[in-house]
């Protein structure tokens, strides 16, 4: 979407003059000029999230209210989500005049809002963290702690926490906490790069129970834990990453973390340079 310009908002994003400001990286908000838009009630709040996670395409009203309803809408739902566009368009005309009212259009076969006129977190974020692995791919390791620090900063909670469960949201919420994820393990191996192993060992420690099945996590711990002089404790994480992927999900460890355990075992120099990268771990939680 570009850089993002302009006045703080309360959420802590930059928004342009005039722009819809949009905050689906924790509580979901909206503002304009700074000003927190009121968006009332669960299904209005549906309906402009919904329009969110399309991206500037069209949701049809059809849509729309099968997800509101979830499949029972009443017999009027097709004109009562024509009133909730109608109240949405209200509150943002009370919070930034016509030009932030425009942002929500009417396009066959139901509503959008334009690109060009609001500005989502999850973007930002997104181009932080695309930024800060281009920064580790190119060898600029402090860069890309420096930028990946400022994606994940741009959390504030769960994303689209409110609509869980939501059909035309929960895919897009559970693929944003992906990338969450790998933004952190791509910080991680940067700061692995930058040699802070301590450091990396003692936030990985937290972030392998809190997902266990993250196989990269796992080697990046038992790569950290070596390079700071705790062998035995590397081993034993490898102990417990099988556990987990074995007893519970009846898999083995994939080639790539298997091999971290062996190069710890034979005390291999190759663990002092090279991080666990993403690529190692395609198609294993990480």
């Given at each position: 979407?570009?850089?993002?310009?302009?006045?703080?908002?309360?959420?802590?994003?930059?928004?342009?003059?005039?722009?819809?400001?949009?905050?689906?990286?924790?509580?979901?908000?909206?503002?304009?000029?700074?000003?927190?838009?009121?968006?009332?009630?669960p299904?209005?709040?549906?309906?402009?999230?919904?329009?969110?996670?399309?991206?500037?395409?069209?949701?049809?009203?059809?849509?729309?209210?099968?997800?509101l309803?979830?499949?029972?809408?009443?017999?009027?739902?097709q004109?009562?989500?024509?009133?909730?566009v109608?109240?949405?368009?209200?509150?943002?005309?009370?919070?930034?005049?016509?030009?932030?009212e425009?942002?929500?259009?009417?396009r066959?076969?139901?509503?959008?809002?334009?690109?060009?006129?609001t500005?989502?977190?999850?973007?930002?974020?997104?181009?932080?963290?695309?930024?800060?692995?281009?920064?580790?791919?190119?060898?600029?390791?402090?860069?890309a702690?420096?930028?990946?620090?400022?994606?994940?900063?741009?959390?504030?909670?769960?994303?689209?926490?409110?609509?869980?469960?939501?059909?035309?949201?929960?895919?897009?919420?559970?693929?944003?906490?992906?990338?969450?994820?790998?933004?952190?393990?791509?910080?991680?191996?940067?700061?692995?790069?930058?040699?802070l192993?301590?450091?990396?060992?003692?936030?990985?420690?937290?972030?392998?129970?809190?997902?266990?099945?993250?196989?990269?996590?796992?080697?990046?711990?038992?790569?950290?834990?070596?390079?700071?002089?705790?062998?035995?404790?590397?081993?034993?994480?490898?102990?417990?990453?099988?556990?987990?992927?074995?007893?519970?999900?009846?898999?083995?460890?994939?080639?790539?973390?298997?091999?971290?355990?062996?190069?710890?075992?034979?005390?291999?120099?190759?663990?002092?340079?090279?991080?666990?990268?993403a690529?190692?771990?395609?198609?294993?939680?990480?």
């Open positions: 979407m570009g850089s993002v310009t302009g006045t703080t908002t309360p959420g802590g994003a930059m928004a342009e003059s005039g722009v819809l400001e949009l905050r689906v990286l924790g509580p979901f908000e909206a503002a304009v000029h700074g000003q927190a838009v009121e968006l009332g009630g299904r209005l709040r549906g309906v402009l999230a919904r329009l969110v996670v399309a991206r500037g395409r069209a949701v049809g009203v059809e849509t729309l209210v099968a997800e309803w979830r499949g029972r809408p009443p017999a009027d739902a004109r009562t989500v024509r009133t909730y109608s109240r949405l368009r209200a509150a943002l005309r009370r919070a930034g005049g016509p030009c932030a425009d942002a929500l259009v009417t066959p076969p139901g509503y959008l809002l334009r690109a060009d006129l500005a989502l977190d999850a973007l930002r974020f997104e181009g932080l963290a695309a930024s800060g692995r281009q920064a580790l791919d190119a060898g600029l390791p402090q860069v702690v420096q930028r990946l620090t400022a994606a994940l900063d741009v959390w504030r909670g769960d994303a689209f926490a409110e609509f869980d469960g939501h059909p035309g949201i929960a895919a897009e919420a559970a693929r944003l906490e992906r990338e969450r994820l790998s933004a952190i393990e791509a910080r991680l191996d940067a700061t692995l790069v930058l040699g192993d301590a450091r990396a060992a003692a936030e990985l420690e937290g972030l392998v129970h809190a997902h266990p099945t993250r196989e990269r996590l796992w080697g990046q711990l038992m790569t950290a834990l070596y390079r700071s002089g705790r062998q035995a404790e590397a081993l034993a994480a490898f102990r417990a990453a099988r556990a987990v992927l074995v007893e519970d999900h009846g898999v083995e460890p994939s080639p790539r973390l298997a091999e971290i355990h062996r190069q710890v075992l034979r005390n291999d120099p190759a663990l002092d340079t090279v991080p666990a990268s690529a190692s771990f395609a198609g294993r939680g990480g």
